[in-house]
């Protein structure tokens, strides 16, 4: 059996375009989320989207709260993302 690995480096937001940073960003901010109660009784998570007047939906859940969770972990990982775009972080250095 062959097995095939693949590494590769990342240096610098050039691999990621303007327009994704900008959406990462949106994304990033809570005033662009809401939550909706479906007919069913679950509550869907949505994002304004940034260029138009629609909602796009994202998630379903049972309850409020784990909506609003869903919410915060999104708002949390598009924010790392966007910090991630402005090139590598240097966590430690040696002498």
Known sequence: MTFFYKTTSWSG????NQETINFWKHLAA?????IVQLPNGYFQTEYKHPEEEDWMDVTRRETI?????????????YGKKVELSKGPVVV???K
């Open 30 to 34: 809570k005033a662009n989320w809401r």
């Open 65 to 77: 709260d784990a909506a609003e969770r869903a919410i915060d972990a999104s708002i949390e990982h």
């Open 92 to 94: 430690k250095t040696f």
């Open 13 to 16: 937001s050039s691999s990621v």
